[in-house]
């Protein structure tokens, strides 16, 4: 696996400030559209966009920095690969303490209500339906009551019995002696697994569970503004409950595309705008396409400097509950011409003359500026 800061071409050390620097030179430098037909710049800047994903967002960074990886259930990620600890310690409790330790997710009875299991989903927009917000159709594939024997799990003209093992509570209970005393372990029962039923002949198309797996389509709708990681909470939306319990929520994770053209930061949006040698010099007007599509007109001050960054105020992101938008910043590049025809530069080297002594004369500086403006057209 390449090692995400050589991609973005920065120290292990580096700030924020210094990956968002060096993505936008990269994103410059290795862009598709510069490089039409090229699939190693194309695989190039894909890894560049990967690369900044991760690094630019500081849990991600803090998780790939400690164990080399973002991905939850690598061998490497904690040591334990995905393990559930808290199977494991009560284990170890169990055995040492005759099983008076049980597991939380274990019921205290299994005939009580109880809330269904919540779900989680990610859910990608790009950067414009972020910015416009956008109502999705899902499809959330969750538990559903089986229709042919309602719920019971027992095949049709049969009912399920109450275990007569541990008289339907789902769970046995068992005193026994230790150095430590006496302790009662409370266990599963083995019988009836926890279920507090016997189920003689089982349903055929639930296998006995009672609830049969289902694709279910929602539409959710993703509000204007909404960022990265953001939890959006959709009640009762999530797996239903057991014995009358309510249903469990839906919790949409909004992954939001990163765009070439350009990159966010909260509420504000960062693009780039590429100058001529005379344009900087010289000043100019031109146009700039903000993320909505619309055209906007800036100015640009005569002896504009590379790196320079100019400020279209409200041509942002939407903020979530307000109607401001945050503000779009135009990182200036000056474009170095590297094959002039003797025309340029002849004119490239009577520039630098003339920059080696004052002149006097306004119209010959004048006409000087109207030729160097005419130069790279």
Not at 35 to 63: Q, T
Not at 230 to 239: K, N, V, Y
């Given at each position: 696996?390449?090692?995400?800061y ?7 050390d ?13 994103v410059?430098?290795?862009?598709p559209?510069s490089?039409?037909?090229d699939k ?9 966009n ?9 849990e ?6 400690q164990?080399g990886?973002?991905?939850p259930?690598?061998?490497?990620f904690g040591?334990?690969g995905g ?7 009560g284990d170890?409790?169990?055995?040492a303490?005759g099983?008076?330790f ?11 209500p109880?809330?269904g299991?919540?779900?989680?989903m990610?859910?990608?927009v790009s950067?414009?339906?972020a ?8 499809e959330?594939?969750k538990s559903e ?5 309602n719920g019971t799990g027992?095949?049709a003209?049969?009912?399920p ?14 005193r026994?002696?230790s150095?430590f005393g006496?302790?009662v ?15 003689r002949?089982k349903?055929?198309k639930?296998k006995?569970?009672?609830?049969v797996r289902?694709?279910?389509?929602l539409d959710?709708?993703i ?7 953001s939890?959006?909470r959709i009640p009762?939306?999530?797996?239903p409950g ?7 929520d839906?919790?949409?994770i909004?992954?939001?595309?990163l765009?070439?053209?350009?990159e966010?930061d909260?509420a504000?949006l ?6 001529t040698?005379?344009?900087?010099v010289?000043?100019?007007e ?5 993320l909505?599509?619309?055209?906007e ?16 105020k409200?041509?942002g ?14 990182h200036v590049?000056?474009?170095i011409?590297?094959?002039l025809?003797?025309k340029?530069?002849?004119?490239i080297?009577?520039l ?10 306004s ?5 000087f500026?109207e ?7």
């Amino acid at each position: 696996m390449e090692d995400l800061y050589e991609i973005l071409e920065v120290s292990r050390d580096a700030t924020q400030a210094d990956i968002k620097k060096s993505y936008r030179k990269l994103v410059h430098q290795y862009h598709p559209d510069s490089h039409p037909g090229d699939k190693d710049i194309e695989e190039k800047f894909k890894k560049i966009n990967a690369a900044y994903s991760v690094l630019n967002d500081p849990e991600k960074r803090a998780r790939y920095d400690q164990f080399g990886t973002t991905d939850p259930n690598s061998d490497s990620f904690g040591g334990f690969g995905g393990m559930d600890l808290g199977d494991l310690f009560g284990d170890i409790f169990s055995q040492a303490f005759g099983g008076g330790f049980s597991s939380s997710r274990r019921s205290y009875n299994a005939n009580s209500p109880r809330r269904g299991d919540d779900i989680e989903m990610v859910v990608r927009v790009s950067l414009l339906e972020a910015y416009t917000g956008v109502v999705r159709e899902i499809e959330v594939m969750k538990s559903e009551i089986c229709d042919t024997c309602n719920g019971t799990g027992a095949k049709a003209g049969t009912k399920p019995e109450t275990c007569s093992r541990c008289h339907g509570t789902g769970q046995v209970q068992q005193r026994q002696q230790s150095l430590f005393g006496n302790f009662v372990s409370i266990t599963t029962c083995p019988d009836c697994h926890g279920t507090g039923k016997i189920i003689r002949e089982k349903c055929e198309k639930c296998k006995g569970v009672g609830y049969v797996r289902k694709k279910h389509k929602l539409d959710v709708k993703i509000p204007a503004g909404v960022e990265r990681n953001s939890r959006l909470r959709i009640p009762g939306a999530g797996e239903p409950g057991i014995n009358g319990g309510s249903a469990g929520d839906l919790y949409l994770i909004i992954d939001v595309e990163l765009n070439s053209d350009f990159e966010r930061d909260r509420a504000d949006l960062h693009t780039s705008l590429l100058l001529t040698y005379p344009q900087a010099v010289l000043g100019t007007e031109t146009e700039i396409k903000t993320l909505d599509g619309s055209v906007e007109k800036i100015s640009v001050p005569s002896g504009t400097s590379h790196g320079e960054v100019l400020k279209i105020k409200g041509k942002g992101m939407p903020k979530i509950n307000s109607k401001t938008k945050g503000d779009l910043y135009v990182h200036v590049f000056i474009e170095i011409p590297k094959n002039l025809t003797e025309k340029q530069r002849e004119l490239i080297k009577a520039l630098a003359d003339e920059m080696k002594a004052p002149v006097s004369d306004s119209e010959n500086k004048s006409g000087f500026a109207e030729k160097l403006k005419n130069l790279f057209k």
